[in-house]
T-cell receptor, first 111, second 108 residues
Framework: DGGITQSPKYLFRKEGQNVTLSCEQN?????MYWYRQDPGQGLRLIYYSQIVNDFQKGDIAEGYSVSREKKESFPLTVTSAQKNPTAFYLCASMDRGLYYTFGSGTRLTVV | AQRVTQPEKLLSVFKGAPVELKCNYS??????LFWYVQYSRQRLQLLLRHISRESIKGFTADLNKGETSFHLKKPFAQEEDSAMYYCALRGSNYQLIWGAGTKLIIKP
């Protein structure tokens, strides 16, 4: 199962805690994306990166942070500033043909 | 404004019946549209794109610029078609703009 690997599959966070979601790809894609998926709301873009050491805020970046130190990796940190973090998080990468490949997702729950 | 609208959150049809999942878009310019599907416990994957005019798993979608629509159709639904379907539009910055999704349930 190559392509994009997200870990963990399930993550539980206590109030006030920061957690980091991992996203790794071996597709040699330059662009990577983080989306949040909530029922009835489709996919909303959190952050994206088109090249190493550069990233941009998406539509709902507040309470999240990212880094892109390596081409293969684009971790997402959900900070305590994110007021409603319980959701399904999807990572994706895009090839030069502009087509997306998605990871299998991480379900984050606040306990 | 660039926007994708899927008016139905849930669509339930009987096996063997025709299926149509609606998608309308708002985009100034020549749109590039996609349908993605997410089966239970599987990752989101591309179903079809309008530029290829292909039929995948019996599904087709025609771009209607006059009605700004890209509805997904299948003449005879099968139980394995039950899934979440998303319509997406490639925006002016090459990123995808997503509809809210339609959950399709095929009843036996």
């Amino acid at each position: 199962d190559g392509g994009i690997t997200q870990s963990p599959k399930y993550l539980f966070r206590k109030e006030g805690q920061n957690v980091t979601l991992s996203c790794e790809q071996n597709l040699n894609h330059d662009a990577m994306y983080w989306y949040r998926q909530d029922p009835g709301q489709g996919l909303r873009l959190i952050y994206y990166s088109q090249i190493v050491n550069d990233f941009q805020k998406g539509d709902i970046a507040e309470g999240y942070s990212v880094s892109r130190e390596k081409k293969e990796s684009f971790p997402l940190t959900v900070t305590s500033a994110q007021k409603n973090p319980t959701a399904f998080y999807l990572c994706a990468s895009m090839d030069r043909g502009l087509y997306y490949t998605f990871g299998s997702g991480t379900r984050l729950t606040v306990v | 404004a660039q926007r994708v609208t899927q008016p139905e959150k849930l669509l339930s049809v009987f096996k063997g019946a025709p299926v149509e999942l609606k998608c309308n878009y708002s985009y100034s310019g020549s749109p590039e549209l996609f349908w993605y599907v997410q089966y239970s416990r599987q990752r989101l994957q591309l179903l079809l794109r309008h530029i290829s005019r292909e039929s995948i798993k019996g599904f087709t979608a025609d771009l209607n610029k006059g009605e700004t629509s890209f509805h997904l159709k299948k003449p005879f639904a099968q139980e394995e078609d039950s899934a979440m379907y998303y319509c997406a539009l490639r925006g002016s910055n090459y990123q995808l703009i997503w509809g809210a999704g339609t959950k399709l349930i095929i009843k036996p």
